[in-house]
């Protein structure tokens, strides 16, 4: 089961927080939130499995994310 880590306001930062994730050598997807695709700035969810949820809040954390 995949797991939200985080909810960010532009897609670079979800893409910069998938490249130290997948660094770490953890899987990651990025994705939408439904009610904000039609806006000009969507948001985007951070999603890992749940399996890995804590280290990849280790990660984050550590990369000031």
């Not at 130290?20 to 050598?25: N, P, T, V």
């Amino acid at each position: 089961m995949w797991i939200v880590v985080c909810t960010v306001q532009s897609k670079e930062t979800a893409e910069q927080m998938g490249k130290f994730l997948e660094e770490a050598g953890l899987l990651f997807k990025i994705r939408p939130l439904a009610a904000s695709q039609e806006t000009e700035n969507p948001c985007y969810e951070v999603l890992v499995p749940e399996s890995e949820a804590e280290q990849a809040h280790i990660v984050l954390i550590d990369n000031n994310m």
